[in-house]
């Protein structure tokens, strides 16, 4: 059983194995959307094949869309090379259900994927041909947030963007340059509208898309070397709109007990890939079975009717309500507290964490009693519900390869909004109070007791990648289990950064709290667990 257009000709050994497999003359489907595209995604990823490929799959098997997808993917070209293109552009999605079994789907919804790559003339040219398509309606990506920076650490732009503004739409070598590029190819083909929108887990996502492309279209028009009438274009929302959306859907690497379970079905040729850039590509892909994907319905050149596949379209307002919903309460909270505990307890899986009775008590107490009190409901999705199944669905999930060390991953720069929009709101609402918030600061300590690098029972571990690493490990770096210090002097100066917390706890007094916790925390070995079943019981 190989997974290609000649593998798969053997349809009955397929499904005998539990496989779904494509409902759809897959042939006829290519050759429409070849001739008239009228969706191509950026980035050929996981959250790409298990997500927005599977939706299209899905509409394509009912009848609701007669056409598929084209993937582009500009940061890692071997991905289409080794990955899309010797399996036909097929892939194998495993969803891992919370009940402990498993749904296995050949997903064969992209017809045609392209290296975004400008040196290579015939790509770049398909490329430019689909964008100058009437029929193309919308550009969507999933490159993560930073593939939307164009500035370096000093502010200035980085010297490929920088090259790229100099030398024209032409040949660039950035990725937004190349993708500036091809939507000028769109505007000299007669101002052709298009919605560019960006699906990636960032908030306000569309506006980092939109400074990032015009900032190309303005540099490109002042240096004389693209039609004055392109900044326009790309800054009027009816012909070129850059919608908000929020996605949530978890899709980690691919696992090697799940490669072991295509193995046993007679699955070949399943052996990953690590690409030059690192980048470890399988022909499968694992994912949970929970997904959202709330879009704001600006659509200039009109859209298929994906919400017939379960994506929900709504105003820019709703798409930012449920974008605070879930990554400043009902999820990523959460989902933080148990990393940097996770760390310090020796956890290697998110879901084993949840077996812990302390651990359980304090993301609970965290999003129901703590957080949603000043979750503004957005009205598509209920707040007590989303974590019902964060809680009992989707984090317990045992099939879930997630680890804590993961989600541990730049914590300094998920603190502020995780937790710090929680805190903003309790000091500005004259109903409730920020000193009936206690168990927010015990993750607050959890994490000045993670930097010190050392676990629960006095073993030293890795801290996860983080900018701010080296610097906030500093503030704890003198700091010994079982030995006496001064925690308010020790730890003063790191609780009143702002930039860290989203608001200066020293200036609320919840830096008495933290210090508190912390000194607990740091009491010798044990303390962790000890004073996690102190103040969750």
């Known amino acids: 059983m190989k997974l290609n257009n000649k593998g798969l000709e053997n349809k009955n050994a397929w499904e005998a194995a539990g496989y779904a497999l494509p409902q759809y003359d897959r042939e006829a489907v290519a050759a429409r959307t070849k001739q008239n595209p009228f969706w191509i995604h950026f980035g050929a990823g996981n959250i790409f094949r298990a997500f927005q490929a599977n939706v299209v799959q899905d509409l394509l098997n009912k009848g609701d869309l007669d056409r598929?997808?084209?993937?582009?993917?500009?940061?890692?070209?071997?991905?289409?090379?080794?990955?899309?293109?010797?399996?036909?552009?097929?892939?194998?999605?495993?969803?891992?259900?919370?009940?402990?079994?498993?749904?296995?789907?050949?997903?064969?919804?992209?017809?045609?994927?392209?290296?975004?790559?400008?040196?290579?003339?015939?790509?770049?040219?398909?490329?430019?041909?689909?964008?100058?398509?009437?029929?193309?309606?919308?550009?969507?990506?999933?490159?993560?947030?930073?593939?939307?920076?164009?500035?370096?650490?000093?502010?200035?732009?980085?010297?490929?963007?920088?090259?790229?503004?100099?030398?024209?739409?032409?040949?660039?070598?950035?990725?937004?340059?190349?993708?500036?590029?091809?939507?000028?190819?769109?505007?000299?083909?007669?101002?052709?509208?298009?919605?560019?929108?960006?699906?990636?887990?960032?908030?306000?996502?569309?506006?980092?898309?939109?400074?990032?492309?015009?900032?190309?279209?303005?540099?490109?028009?002042?240096?004389?070397?693209?039609?004055?009438?392109f900044e326009a274009y790309v800054k009027t929302s009816g012909k070129v709109s850059f919608p908000w959306t929020m996605i949530d859907k978890i899709t980690p690497r691919p696992d090697a007990s799940i490669e072991e379970i295509l193995k046993k079905d007679g699955v070949e040729?399943?052996?990953?890939?690590?690409?030059?850039?690192?980048?470890?590509?399988a022909p499968f892909v694992n994912a949970e079975e929970c997904q959202y994907l709330v879009i704001e319905d600006n659509f200039p050149n009109g859209r298929p009717a994906l919400e017939k596949g379960g994506l929900i379209f709504t105003t820019r307002e709703t798409v930012d309500k449920v974008e605070k919903m879930k990554v400043c309460t009902c999820l990523n909270p959460l989902h933080t507290a148990l990393a940097v505990y996770g760390c310090l307890l020796g956890y290697n899986l998110i879901s084993e964490?949840?077996?812990?009775?302390?651990?359980?008590?304090?993301?609970?107490?965290?999003?129901?009693?703590?957080?949603?009190?000043?979750v503004i409901n957005p009205g598509i999705l209920d707040p007590k519900e989303f974590i019902d199944t964060v809680l009992n669905v989707r984090i317990p999930n045992p099939f879930m390869p997630d680890t804590p060390q993961r989600i541990a991953t730049d914590t300094s720069?998920?603190?502020?909004?995780?937790?710090?929009?929680?805190?903003?709101?309790?000091?500005?609402?004259?109903?409730?109070?920020?000193?009936?918030?206690?168990?927010?600061?015990?993750?607050?300590?959890?994490?000045?007791?993670?930097?010190?690098?050392?676990?629960?029972?006095?073993?030293?571990?890795?801290?996860?990648?983080?900018?701010?690493l080296a610097e906030a490990s500093s503030y704890v770096a003198d700091v010994k289990l079982g030995e006496a210090f001064d925690a308010k002097k020790t730890l003063a100066p790191i609780l009143s950064n702002a930039k860290i917390w989203g608001v200066d706890l020293c200036a609320l007094g919840m830096d008495t709290l933290v210090c508190d916790y912390f000194t607990e925390l740091t009491a010798g070995t044990g303390a962790v667990a000890a004073t996690l079943a102190k103040y969750t019981a």
Not at 184 to 190: D, I, K, V
């Open 353 to 374: 964490e949840m077996k812990n009775p302390s651990l359980k008590k304090l993301v609970e107490v965290i999003g129901y009693k703590e957080g949603l009190p000043v």
């Open 269 to 281: 040729e399943l052996d990953p890939v690590v690409t030059s850039k690192n980048t470890y590509v």
């Open 68 to 229: 598929g997808l084209v993937v582009a993917e500009g940061y890692d070209y071997e991905i289409i090379e080794k990955m899309n293109h010797p399996h036909d552009d097929y892939s194998i999605l495993v969803t891992l259900k919370a009940n402990g079994t498993v749904e296995k789907t050949v997903v064969g919804s992209v017809m045609e994927s392209l290296a975004l790559d400008s040196e290579d003339d015939a790509q770049f040219s398909r490329l430019k041909e689909i964008f100058s398509a009437d029929s193309l309606q919308m550009a969507t990506f999933t490159i993560t947030e930073k593939g939307y920076n164009l500035y370096g650490s000093d502010g200035s732009f980085m010297p490929a963007v920088a090259a790229d503004m100099a030398a024209g739409p032409q040949k660039p070598a950035s990725y937004i340059g190349k993708v500036a590029s091809l939507l000028y190819a769109r505007f000299l083909a007669g101002e052709k509208p298009i919605a560019m929108v960006s699906m990636d887990n960032c908030s306000h996502n569309g506006d980092k898309l939109a400074a990032a492309i015009t900032a190309f279209a303005e540099g490109w028009v002042k240096n004389g070397l693209a039609d004055e009438a």
């Open 413 to 468: 720069q998920k603190l502020a909004i995780r937790f710090g929009e929680t805190i903003k709101a309790y000091a500005a609402a004259p109903s409730l109070n920020v000193a009936d918030l206690k168990l927010i600061p015990l993750v607050f300590a959890g994490w000045l007791r993670y930097l010190m690098g050392v676990d629960d029972n006095g073993n030293a571990f890795t801290p996860s990648p983080d900018p701010m």
